[in-house]
């Protein structure tokens, strides 16, 4: 099933709502949306110490989401969202139904966490990737239950040898042992921050420590499958206690990204999109085209394989 296809009429309608309105008028508040469930959203108020408030929403909106900043009115009988500000960026993904869903907005980190039980999906994670790349948001790679690592093995799945040279940064780290927890902390100082992952890779649990404060949801982990329950059911934005925010996303089997169509999947690889340079082709899809010097960095062994694989297998769902 395709996702719904607005109407020119439609998107019309949601542009004019979107419009940035007056400021300055007294009955106009800015805000910040923490959370969004049914009908109703969660703002946090920017220009009072007021407790968060639940807000309607005015008609043809559009899609609001964690990290919106937005405009509302409050009444003594109702506080309701009347225009949404321009976005840094929209974080989306595509679901197993094939329609667009919204993760986040004005997202500058997007916290990759892989584990050691389930294993990774390292085309999974070429997709998290892509995705911070087309929206220009910085990645974080986490390798979390580092304490169930041999310790004879200093880089599980090759990560370090794989995206440490491409200019990702990769943080092991363990709850049992506390490992790197404060690191993280760090990480995400000054961040607006998207934590996202498979079920089972200890999502919860690291949002729980570098933020002891909250009551995180932590479900139990399957014997057989090695994986968790979606224990977050609703998307939240969380303020972390060194500055920066943290936005808690449900747990995604599959994340497809919603590719932009103005830019190339190679775009997305930044090792591809480096070497690409100096193809004979500006045009090269780097399949099997004559001179191009991807398939030459491949055949080098200057462009791992594995990586170049998952850029092919994306260029051709993307087709």
Not at 40 to 45: D, L, N, S
Not at 222 to 233: L, Y
Request: aromatic share 6%.
């Amino acid at each position: 099933m395709a996702g719904r296809k607005l109407s020119q009429q439609q998107k019309r309608r949601i542009q004019q709502s979107r419009a940035v309105v007056d400021v300055n008028d007294e009955h106009n508040h800015p805000g910040l949306v923490i959370s969004h469930r049914g009908g109703e959203v969660e703002v946090e108020a920017l220009d009072s110490t007021e407790p968060n408030l639940q807000c309607n929403l005015r008609a043809n909106l559009g899609s609001i989401v964690c990290g919106d900043r937005v405009i509302y009115q409050q009444t003594e009988q109702e506080a309701i969202i009347i225009a949404l500000q321009p976005r840094d960026n929209l974080l989306q993904r595509v679901d197993g139904f094939g329609q667009v869903k919204a993760v986040a907005a004005n997202v500058s980190q997007l916290i990759i966490c892989l584990s050691i039980e389930p294993q990774p999906n390292l085309f999974l994670l070429d997709q998290y990737l892509l995705s911070a790349e087309q929206q220009d948001v910085e990645a974080l790679i986490v390798l979390n239950k580092i304490d169930l690592l041999d310790d004879q093995d200093s880089d599980p799945f090759d990560l370090l040898r794989i995206y440490q040279p491409l200019g990702y940064q990769i943080l092991y780290t363990s709850i049992k042992q506390h490992y790197h927890i404060d690191q993280l902390q760090q990480h995400c100082r000054g961040h607006i921050n998207v934590i996202s992952g498979v079920s089972g890779v200890g999502k919860s649990s690291l949002t729980q420590a570098i933020l002891p404060a909250e009551d995180i949801r932590i479900g139990e982990i399957s014997e057989a499958s090695k994986e968790g329950r979606h224990t977050t059911r609703t998307s939240r934005l969380y303020h972390l206690p060194l500055g920066g925010d943290l936005i808690d996303t449900p747990g995604v089997r599959g994340f497809n990204p919603l590719v932009d169509p103005g830019l190339s999947i190679a775009a997305g690889f930044r090792e591809i999109s480096a070497a690409a340079q100096a193809c004979k082709f500006s045009n090269c899809k780097h399949v099997n085209e004559p001179k191009c010097a991807v398939i030459s960095a491949v055949e080098a062994g200057e462009i791992d394989p594995g990586r170049y694989q998952n850029y092919l297998k994306l260029l051709a769902e993307y087709r």
